[in-house]
């Protein structure tokens, strides 16, 4: 074919669009270099020494897991002098050394604390347990704990999978339908912003049982905010789309799920971020103000018996449990919209 | 290089002809009446080039939007081989100033939305290659749209439609929004595309020289509401040159008929 040669010019190579970042950000200098490198053995002496610290120096009152927690301290120790003697060249010590600084500052940390408790009892009981206490809250009331931890799952994850659910059917049909939108956008807009814990009298009084009706307020507080902005992730699609779509043919079906859908759904994945907060807030309270287990209830029954150390217990677990339900949320969207990093990485 | 559409011996037969009849067209903006076309009327042969030219946002983009059936016009008719055309059809085929490429897809996958769309996909997923061979993207099929430059995003757009063996290619200032080099090999492309494929083009542009280089027949509208001020028939053979002496005196004829003689 009589192709004109300056028809390439346009054509790139495939190496000429922006190509990943490999591994973070770049050491620069020789400070940066010295923290990668130095960091994590001195961390590890600073826990070896933390567990010094606990074996050593005698408990005011003794503590039965004070030996425990110093054969932590010095396992954790001993694991990042290895890394760094033995794991220097893997990938896997480039995490670790990206966090050296942290580890060396928690071991100070956890240090302070044990000698202004334990061993010398400048901060005072039951309001300031030591951190062995913490440690015989997991070893001995771990069936306990585990229980609770189920509970709360069993009840947070079928709501919040419900509410998202229904969130995002409603507010694709109210994004969508003009007489949709007329109904329910209104009622949105009215009862939504009601935090869903103001339900809660109402909601222990209707529903059969605790459970369902700590699921229902789960639900609400989720469907709320993925139906807001699922909604307006749908209306705001740029009509260009749907022209393109006219034209090459497609049905009302395609549109919605092939053009409305995908380009909400940015916008919808903010509205689960939203929803699971306000599902978290909504679990513990509704654990605490009436369903009988789970974490939020735990807390409630920690503090009537003044345990502090298992309150503390409780919420480093929450924490831990919380922020790994939001990582794994992340990590879905980031999958499913690749696309906006411009870069593909699976 | 493979081409897409039927060889260029069943031309006549692909290419629509387009026929458009006394259209006014309005829009109600704040509850006054916009006039944006009044009384247009011209006939397209099957298979020929042709350009609508005239001052930017005097209409003729809403002209092409009526023609590909995204809007009814309040009066007149338009008709495609003789019949009247009421909404969309993937015959006729928009090209956007925009890309308008859907970022969540692929390349690929944008290609394929026409297919996708009809249900064709399974039995000619093969056309989709071919399309990205015939503008030169086969080696970014799988990258997403953000990742290309505005030229190629172009390519991709034009390979979205062609995809789908249109007779009738409704080109919206699709070169608009590219740098000078991009755009003078664009339409270089967009010519050899038509000389294969031998559908029937209409081409939106407020640049007088792109309509000289690309169409048979110019078509000039005036300022809004737009009136069909003028019609000129380009007689030159392809490629044409910007220095040919029959190109500078049509240039100026195609400038007179705008009423911008004293640009000259």
Not at chain 1, 133 to 143: A, G
Not at chain 2, 192 to 211: G, K, M, N, P
Request: neutral net charge.
């Amino acid at each position: 074919m009589n192709k004109p040669v300056q028809v390439q010019t346009d054509t790139a190579t495939p190496t000429d669009f922006t190509l990943p970042v490999e591994g973070g950000v770049p050491a620069d200098g020789l400070v940066a270099r010295l923290r990668e490198h130095v960091s994590v053995p001195v961390a590890g002496l600073l826990w070896l020494g933390a567990a010094a610290v606990s074996a050593a120096w005698p408990d005011q009152t003794a503590w039965s897991r004070t030996t425990l927690l110093a054969i932590l301290q010095a396992g954790v120790g001993i694991g990042l002098v290895g890394s760094a003697l033995f794991l220097a060249r893997r990938p896997v010590f480039k995490v670790i050394s990206e966090y050296g600084l942290w580890f060396g500052a928690l071991a100070v940390l956890i240090t302070a604390w044990e000698v202004l408790t334990a061993k010398t009892g400048i901060l005072p009981l039951p309001f300031f347990p030591p951190p062995q206490s913490i440690l015989e809250v997991y070893t001995d009331d771990v069936s306990r704990l585990l229980e609770s931890i189920a509970h709360s799952m069993l009840l947070l994850l079928p709501g919040y999978l419900l509410g998202g659910l229904v969130g995002f059917t409603a507010g694709v049909s109210i994004g969508w339908s003009k007489s949709v939108h007329y109904w329910g956008y209104p009622i949105l807009r009215f009862v939504g912003p009601l935090p869903a814990t103001a339900w809660l009298p109402i909601a222990f009084f209707f529903f059969p049982s605790t459970f369902s009706a700590a699921t229902f307020l789960i639900a609400l507080s989720t469907a709320f905010p993925v139906a807001v902005l699922t909604s307006s992730g749908i209306s705001t699609v740029t009509s260009a789309y749907y022209d393109i779509a006219r034209t090459l043919g497609a049905d009302t079906r395609f549109l919605i799920t092939k053009v409305a859908i995908p380009a909400a759904l940015p916008n919808v994945f903010v509205g689960l971020f939203m929803g699971l907060g306000s599902s978290f807030a909504v679990l513990i309270v509704a654990e605490m103000m009436g369903v009988k287990a789970g974490l939020g209830w735990y807390l409630q029954w920690a503090q009537g018996w003044a345990a502090y150390a298992n309150l503390y217990g409780a919420l480093i677990i929450m924490a831990l449990l919380f922020s790994s339900l939001i990582s794994l949320l992340f990590y879905v969207r980031d999958r499913m919209l690749v696309w906006q990093k411009g870069i593909v990485r699976w | 290089m493979v081409a897409l559409a039927p060889s260029s011996a069943d031309a006549a037969l692909h290419g629509l002809k387009v026929q458009v009849r006394n259209v006014s067209h309005a829009f109600d903006t704040n509850g006054e009446q916009l006039d944006v076309l009044d009384e247009v009327s011209f006939t397209v042969q099957p298979g020929a080039f042709i350009s609508l030219l005239g001052p930017s946002g005097c209409g003729k983009s809403t002209l092409l939007r009526l023609i590909a059936g995204l809007d009814e016009p309040r009066e007149g008719k338009i008709g495609a081989n003789g019949v009247r055309i009421v909404g969309p059809d993937p015959s006729r085929l928009l090209v956007f100033q925009d890309p308008t490429l859907y970022p969540w897809r692929t390349v690929r996958q944008n290609v394929a939305l026409g297919l996708e769309a009809r249900g064709l996909i399974r039995e000619q997923a093969h056309r989709v290659d071919e399309a990205l061979d015939l503008v030169g993207l086969s080696a970014f099929a799988d990258v997403f749209p953000n990742q290309l430059s505005g030229g190629m995003a172009q390519r991709a757009a034009l390979a979205r439609v062609l995809v789908n063996n249109p007779s009738l290619l409704l080109l919206d200032e699709p070169l608009g929004r590219l740098d000078s080099l991009t755009r003078m090999t664009m339409q270089a492309e967009l010519l050899r595309l038509w000389q294969d494929a031998a559908f029937t083009s209409i081409l939106v542009t407020h640049d007088v020289e792109e309509a000289l280089l690309l169409s048979q027949q110019v078509i000039v509208f005036s300022h809004r509401p737009a009136r069909v001020i003028g019609t000129v028939d380009i007689d030159l053979p392809y490629p044409r040159h910007r220095d040919d002496p029959r190109f500078v005196t049509l240039r100026r004829e195609l400038l007179a008929t705008m009423g911008l003689e004293h640009q000259l």
